[in-house]
């Protein structure tokens, strides 16, 4: 939506103030100007004067008296439509949800095809079917504007529906149309209100529209459409008679704009969080994650990522990130390090969704939807690839500066001057220059230190960094590397680094998630992981193929025999004793213990679970 002010508070307050007026004196004007409006002067298409303020009409009435008297109409007729509108659209919008999925598919294209059609020219057709008058028009906008409401409550449902609370209630068999009026509707009111004042104002100008057209209120009834089609006649001779009303138009329309603006932008999402925790059922008492640092930044418990037909793909991670840390994923390629980095940052593909215990980043719960703003600037974010991360359609500095300037409210000089900075301290020379090109002017290693500055503009609390080095050259890998740890000492920044190169991992972390198969398997400290200290056999493999740390010189990396399971064919147990080295008869079945390691990691291994006797003593 256009931002009409740049207090939307305030605007809130003013349009809704204004409306009030608006409305009140829709009450009034009958009653206090009715016969002012009827009363025939003789005087036809006087100009303005101070008799009669915006003259009179071909009949010699006051204009302005008949403005003001039109306004009850031209109010009651608009919030008619408004409410058809809403009504009808919110219904067809669930009906289509409660669907089956083939219901809802066809359902869904259809609302796309009726809203991709203008709404007064659906409006226009809507009335030539029903024929003129006040109550056809109030019908044919209201029908038109409809199937904007479905769609939004379509999709808003569909949204909210992957929510674990509505997953819960679905478990405990609470009946669809209960989950819509308990679950969904007032989870995805804001929007809602948000366009019915949108609409609002586009009802008022297409009702006028169709009254100025004379398909809309008939004499000797008026609204301030009509007015208007009788004032354009003398426009030249008596500018005021169609003046009035066309003010008025705008006016009310303008206030009503103000009003969405200002419900648009204080929609809290803390508020809305509030709503949405009365409306859930209550979750049953679940014991904290064993081992969340008080210090945690990011905390990640049990966070599941599936196919919609059920097929995990990471199943059941928990880990955390304190201030200041940086955290390491490695694994193979397909072991669910990027859909763990992207469910972070709520950056998931459509056709996957995810789950979790807990996912919070600070005070932000990232399980429900967060404000765009806190997500724009509390997670950066660096792809793998430099060439794609960049739009190579517009400049590096609209670019840079578009997260701080949309979400911050920088202007545009100082958004400039930061990133001028933020680039001088990647190192990227001529930073002013570069603001001016095309990505496609940058080298690779420069769009990447441009991502990393672009990342941290806003100074985030967290770091997502997926596998940012792996498609550099060595040299330059090396000095984003540096670059990144040059960041989080100097600024604190936490971050998640993901890679599948352990070296890379061991030269820059502080702690080690190791993935397999959508799982973690071990947490080390990279001392550990430097020293070869090592617990898990999935580890030990890793590392045995990366010859640079503890090979000697010359020997081939030992490789890993087989490959991942398929995440639709991973055992109930160890996804890697089909590959062990060490399996044991019942690893394949059973789900492995994660066993303490000395230096305050865990591995999740049958193999060095302690014998019963061992642990006795
Ligand atoms: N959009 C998707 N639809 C279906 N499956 C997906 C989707 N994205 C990822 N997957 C599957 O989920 C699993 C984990 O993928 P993910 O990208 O997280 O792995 P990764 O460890 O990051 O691998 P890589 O290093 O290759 O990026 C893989 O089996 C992958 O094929």
Redesign the pocket.
Known sequence: MIRWTKRPAAGLAAGLAGLALIAAVGIAAPLVWGEDAGRLTGAAREGMSAAHLLGTDALGRDVLARTLVATRLTLALTLLATLIAGTLGIGLGTAVWVSGPRIREIGLRLIDVMVSYPAVILALVVAAVLGAGGGAAVVAIGVAWSPSFARLTANLAASVAGRDHVATARLMGVPPLRILTRHLLPNIAEPLLVLLSVCFAGTLTALSGLSFIGLGVQPPSYDWGALLDTGLDAVYTNPGEALGPALAITLTGVLAGFVGDGLAASADPRRARAARRAAAPEPAPRAPAPGVPADALLVVDDLR?A?PDGVE??AGVSFAVRRGEIVGVV????????????AVAKL?????HATAAALRLADLDLTAPAAPARLATEIGVVY?DPATSFNPGLRMGGQITEALRRHRRVGRADARRRAVRALTSVRVTSPEHRLAQHPHELSGGLRQRAMIASAVLTEPRLLIA??PTTALDVTVQAEVLALLREINERDGTAMLF?S?DIGVIAALCHRVLV?YA?RIVEELAVGDLRRGRTRHPYTRALLAATPRLTGPAGEPPATVPGRPP??GARPAGCAFAARCPRVLPHCADEAPPQVPSDGGGWAACHALRPEPAESAR
């Open positions: 990522v196919l793909l990471v694994g193979e390629s397909g072991s669910g390090k990027s859909l763990t980095a992207m998931l593909p459509e056709q996957v793998q997926d596998e993901i599948h993935m959508g398929e995440p």
